[in-house]
């Protein structure tokens, strides 16, 4: 999230939005992106049922040491870059950590001016319902 969150600055995007990204990063060729970062592998919308939390509890963990700020506003919970989120996307450079920051850019260009709503519509259109939203509605159950 660090990478995604300072590949939006100075924007940042809500849990929804951050969820789609998430995917949308991973596995960027199934939206139109460069290859993958990690291997296709079947069934993964199921990933979506269990990765909204992982992000929700990593992004609190993250805040707690500044490398995510949270700006409360009209619109709800927006998670953006923190000040330490420089200094962590500067400090790592391995070949992985550099294809995750290529991945963000290209996540940020494609899909981050876009509302939450928008781009579940326009995964959804594209046939990739990945479940993300069905963890909304289970929510308000």
């Known amino acids: 999230m660090v990478y995604l969150l300072s590949a939006l600055r100075p924007e940042g995007a809500d ?13 960027s060729s199934d939206v139109g992106g460069p290859d993958s970062l990690h291997t296709p592998v079947p069934f993964r919308n199921a ?3 269990s990765r909204r939390e992982r992000i929700e509890q990593g992004l609190y963990l993250m805040s707690t040491r500044g490398l995510v ?3 409360l506003d009209d619109r709800g919970m927006t998670y953006v870059a923190g000040p330490s989120s420089f200094t962590m996307v500067g400090s790592l450079s391995s070949k992985y950590w550099r294809e995750l920051e290529t991945r963000c850019r290209w996540v940020a260009t494609r899909f ?9 519509s326009e995964f ?7 479940g993300a939203e069905l963890e909304t509605v289970r929510r308000l159950l």
């Open 15 to 27: 849990l929804q939005k951050l969820v789609l990204l998430d995917y949308a990063i991973v596995y």
């Open 47 to 49: 990933e979506l049922f």
């Open 69 to 71: 700020d949270v700006v």
């Open 112 to 120: 981050g001016a876009k509302e939450s709503s928008a781009l579940q």
């Open 124 to 130: 959804a259109e594209k046939g990739h319902l990945w």
